[in-house]
Every structure is written in C-alpha cells, then in structure tokens.
C-alpha cells in the first residue's frame, strides 16, 4: 500500500487549507484512513478518520468544528478540509490507512506534507 498526500502550504491564521491523500495498491482498505499531525519537538498526535464500513467520522478535540474528513470523488482517496487555521495547527500531516494483510490490521503511512499557519 502507498500513501501520497497533497494540500500543504504557507497560510495565515483564519486561512483554510485542504488536504487531500490517496492510498495505491493491491490490498484494499479494510477498516478506513485518516490523519495525525507532528508539530516541532511533539509527538505525533491524531487529527481525525473516517471509518471505511459507515464513514463515521472521528475528530481530535483541538480541530473539531474546523477540520472535515471526507472520501474524495476517486476511489481510495480522502480530503481533510481544515478551516479557521490557527498557528498552533503548523505541523506536518501524515495520512495513514488500515487494512488487513495475513489476518491482522496493518497500518501505513504517507510521506507527509507541511502546513505552516502564520499569525
């Protein structure tokens, strides 16, 4: 399974940003994608996921009524519409997706992609 992202860029507070990520490959996304952040000298923190049987969606406390996690229009692809931007959102965003391979989930990763929110 691949992941390649898209989206990132410099804006200022108040902004809105969206990423998108699209997962490639043979094995088919079982159990859904979604996003974490890492801000400089944090950990890496989750964002938000759609659940790929019911598209229930999942926020992080800190970007609930600004962020929007969504399936884009082309299969295996989500959007992350993120609205209100404040600073402390600078980070890079890393898209992952679950899927199950020899009977367990397995979870992959994409490269990544800055969003940097000035004041």
């Known amino acids: 399974v691949q992941l390649q992202a898209s989206g990132g860029g410099l804006v200022q507070a108040g902004d809105s940003l969206r990423l998108s990520c699209r997962a490639s490959?043979?094995?088919?996304?079982?159990?859904?994608m979604g996003w974490f952040r890492q801000a400089p000298g944090k950990e890496r923190e989750f964002v938000a996921n759609?659940?790929?049987?019911?598209?229930?969606?999942r926020y992080a406390d800190s970007v609930k009524g600004r962020f929007t996690i969504s399936r884009g229009n082309a299969k295996n692809t989500i959007n992350l519409q993120m609205n209100n931007l404040e600073p402390g959102d600078t980070a890079v965003y890393y898209c992952?997706?679950?899927?199950?391979?020899?009977?367990?989930?397995?979870?992959?990763w994409g490269p990544g992609t800055q969003v940097t929110v000035g004041p």
């Open positions: 759609i659940d790929w049987s019911n598209d229930r969606t």
């Open positions: 490959g043979s094995t088919p996304i079982k159990y859904g």
């Open positions: 992952y997706t679950d899927v199950r391979q020899g009977g367990q989930q397995q979870r992959y």
